[in-house]
Structure formats: C-alpha cells, structure tokens
Nanobody, 115 residues
C-alpha cells in the first residue's frame, strides 16, 4: 500500500514563501505522475502542479511563475516551493501520485496566507 505524507504547511504573510514536502513510501520511479492539488473551503479540489515521469511539468495558470514542483529521487520525496504567496493561495494542499490506473493521495497540509 502506497503512503504519501505531506509536511511543511503553516501560516505565512502575503508575499511570503513556504516549501511543502511529500514523502512517498515507494520509489518515485514507480509513479507515472506525482504532484500537488489544493482545495479551499467551499471549492472543488484543483490541480496546482504535476511532475510526470516523462514530459514537462504542468502548472495551474494561477501559480505559474510562483510555484515550483520538484522531486528528490534518493529521498523519494516530492516538493512544492511556493513563492510570492497570496491570500487566494489559502487551501489544504494534497500530494498526489499515480501508478497504473490507481491514484494515491496524502492526508493534506493546510496553508494559510494572511493579508
């Protein structure tokens, strides 16, 4: 059973930065895609960034140029570096991984950006 464990969320001021981490229980090479989604209160879960095993990284328009998704193969960890944070980035952030046709999700970590 694959497990994804997020960390790094918290409270930050408008314009600040945070780095989220997602530790995976399996090798990152076993996943066809890893990435991050987020869900704000009263809204649907939305894509933030994905890092496919082949091809280019994909970012939501709202975060492109401010966020960076990366991975450390040796540590089996996926990161989301978030810069120039805005109050509208406030949400629960979820790590995501896909292997075959099965999707895995972390438990989520809260990011709150104060104005």
């Amino acid at each position: 059973q694959v497990q994804l464990v997020e960390s790094g969320g918290g409270l930050v001021q408008d314009g600040g930065s945070l780095r989220l981490s997602c530790a995976t229980s399996g090798s990152i090479f076993s996943f066809s895609v890893v990435g991050w989604y987020r869900q704000a209160p009263g809204k649907q879960r939305e894509l933030v960034a994905t890092f496919p095993s082949t091809g280019s990284r994909i970012y939501a328009d709202s975060v492109n140029g401010r966020f960076l998704v990366s991975r450390d193969i040796g540590k089996n960890t996926v990161y989301l570096q978030m810069n120039s944070l805005k109050p509208e980035d406030t949400a629960a952030y979820y790590c995501y991984a896909r292997t075959g046709r099965v999707d895995y999700w972390g438990q989520g970590t809260q990011v709150t950006v104060s104005s």
